[in-house]
């Protein structure tokens, strides 16, 4: 794939969060093949580091680092976005990668832990992430905040209310960031633009080797992911600010 110097993302910069896990190590791979520099970030040291190892050598050399950042935090979210705007002198992308999933049989047995667990991983960690990074986005002509929400959000099961309910606050949340953006963007229209990507769920390589009978009928792999997370920055952004594009059929 060569390191992508004259890729679609070519001299973009772009934070990934929730970068170690399988749609992160995805999105990471990809972004780098498109040219950008990708600094990505998770709470688990390991993970990062094997994730940031990957990318960059499967991208024949882009830059792709990693930053143990602590997003439950919103002074470390915030010094996290202004060391990559001082570093690499501007932020084009925030991909939102932070996953989690708690639920249970029936919604009476429906745990508030598994709210509390959910709020945090789901919805805190956009606010903050939406916090730190929307001014340096704005300044980007070619901002992106990108949220992977999940269909549950829009068509909640009984057994999933946590779930489906932080998620409905997350896309909420991003679609409010791209009022900002409209609304700074004028009568010109936005220049940055916040949009929800929305899967049923995710599968990964790894999944498919433990469970190889298994159909994952819906299931978005993290590869087509990262793909349609690329395609993001080939549309205009008054044409992706403030909606959902759909990865898998609508409920």
């Not at 959910?118 to 992106?144: C, D, I, M, N, P």
Request: proline share 3%; charged share 20%; net charge negative.
């Amino acid at each position: 794939m060569g390191n992508g110097t004259n890729g679609p993302l070519s001299g973009a910069v772009i934070a990934v969060a929730g970068a170690g896990g399988p749609a992160g190590r995805a999105a990471l791979l990809r972004l780098a093949e498109a040219g950008a520099t990708v600094v990505g970030a998770d709470n688990d040291p390991q993970r990062l580091s094997e994730a940031v190892d990957a990318a960059r050598y499967a991208s024949g050399g882009a830059t792709v680092t990693g930053d143990t950042v602590d997003l439950l935090d919103l002074q470390s979210t915030r010094e996290w976005a202004a060391h990559i705007e001082k570093d690499f002198g501007r932020v084009d992308g925030l991909v939102h990668l932070v996953g989690g999933w708690r639920g249970s049989e029936t919604f009476t047995k429906t745990s508030l832990d598994d709210w509390d667990f959910l709020e945090l991983l789901l919805v805190k960690t956009v606010q903050h992430t939406s916090l730190a990074f929307h001014e340096a986005l704005q300044r980007s002509e070619r901002g992106r905040y990108v949220l992977i929400s999940a269909a549950g959000a829009s068509k909640p099961t009984a057994g999933n209310a946590a779930y489906s309910a932080a998620k409905a606050a997350a896309e909420a949340w991003t679609l409010a960031l791209a009022d900002y953006f409209r609304k700074a963007g004028g009568a010109e229209g936005p220049t940055s633009a916040a949009t929800i990507l929305v899967v049923k769920a995710l599968v990964h390589d790894a999944m498919r080797a433990e469970r190889p009978n298994a159909k994952f009928a819906g299931f978005t792999d993290v590869k087509d992911l990262a793909e349609a997370v690329v395609d993001v920055w080939s549309k205009p952004a008054a044409e992706v600010n403030g909606n959902r594009l759909w990865l898998t059929e609508k409920p």
